[in-house]
């Protein structure tokens, strides 16, 4: 997974790093499965949570949207004696797949996994050349028709709120420049670019394309929009009791999961400048640290959990909230994904 947009990049998302699961502890101790309870795996990935949450005696539903993921994950599901059922689905869907009761626990690690960044073939990593590509599905529309039909204004905005890409502008001028003699196919060429564009300072920790490369897969695969909806989700899908713990990896989506946990606390964002603020009933109750970070040891090993961020709120007995995307102050970049109607 990408690195923390808020200042903390790494070249994890350039190169091949054995997946770890991370945070692997923090996040059992804050599910705390109990035999016999359902808990939903939204990112199934390799199985690591879902590995140590049967361990504990739970049941697992396990979704991803990735096939190859699914299809990787069937030595677990006959060594788990009945317990685990995988699923291919977005996790934004995973309402649809909770047992009469509800789910005890819903676990989501968000973002692409080391095991997609070490395959060519997918597209993620512009240090193993590949086709641009970068969808997580293997559907709909393509980084590679993103960059060479978007328009420089769609460009940039992109690159610079996904990415936090300072030099967007001058990054997306010479795409359209390029894409002009010839189409963008692969992720060398497309770091190429980006190298010569905006090169790399000796003071520089990460390499030049690293921010546009997170920027064109978050929004390939409306990552920002799928987390809101799985968040919503999951507080209609879990039963009073059950607890939500979600494992982010860089400021946009932790941001998002904050200001959820905050909506739901039970009090209205208020406003000096309204007269009255209603309080309203909380549908979540925090769940230990208000934010729980990787100890240096765990990221001297496992460089992915650097910048992870878990946060986790236990589902109260009040009635679920709206889906009111508001609350997020996301913009609007629906009308780009047009491009690939």
Do not use: C, W
Not at 72 to 85: C, D, M, Y
Not at 271 to 285: G, M, N, Q
């Amino acid at each position: 997974m990408t690195a923390d947009l808020g200042g903390g990049f790494s070249d994890a998302d350039g190169g091949p790093v054995r997946h770890i699961p991370v945070l692997l502890s923090e996040v059992i101790a804050a599910l705390a499965p109990k035999p016999g309870q359902v808990i939903l795996d939204g990112t199934f990935g390799a199985g690591g949570y879902t590995s140590a949450i049967l361990a504990e005696g739970a049941n697992v539903i396990g979704l991803d949207r990735d096939p190859n993921a699914i299809a990787g994950g069937q030595a677990l599901v006959e060594a788990s004696g009945g317990r685990l059922t995988l699923i291919q689905s977005r996790f934004s869907a995973l309402a649809e797949h909770a047992p009469a009761g509800g789910f005890d626990g819903v676990v989501l690690d968000i973002g692409v996994s080391s095991m997609q960044i070490d395959e060519a073939g997918r597209g993620f990593s512009f240090q193993k050349n590949g086709p641009l590509d970068m969808r997580m599905s293997a559907s709909g529309v393509s980084a590679a028709d993103v960059v060479n039909r978007a328009k420089v204004s769609d460009l940039i905005r992109i690159f610079g709120f996904l990415g936090e890409e300072k030099q967007a502008g001058r990054i997306a001028r010479a795409i359209e420049k390029a894409r002009e003699k010839e189409p963008f196919t692969t992720t060398r060429q497309l770091a190429n670019l980006i190298e010569l564009t905006t090169p790399r300072k000796a003071k520089d920790k990460i390499h030049p394309a690293t921010r546009v490369f997170q920027a064109l897969r978050v929004f390939v695969n409306d990552e920002l929009g799928e987390l809101a909806e799985a968040l919503f989700a999951a507080e209609r899908a879990l039963k009073p009791g059950g607890r939500l713990v979600i494992v982010s990896f860089h400021s946009l989506e932790d941001r998002i999961v904050k200001k959820f946990f905050q909506d739901r606390a039970g009090k209205a964002a208020g406003s000096r400048h309204l007269p009255e603020v209603h309080d309203k009933a909380a549908t979540f109750a925090p769940v230990g640290r208000p934010m729980v970070a990787a100890s240096d040891e765990e990221s001297a090993i496992n460089p992915r959990a650097r910048s992870a961020k878990l946060r986790a709120g236990e589902r109260t007995s009040a009635p679920a909230g709206t889906d009111d995307l508001s609350i997020f102050n996301l913009p609007n970049l629906a009308a780009l994904e047009k491009m690939g109607s």
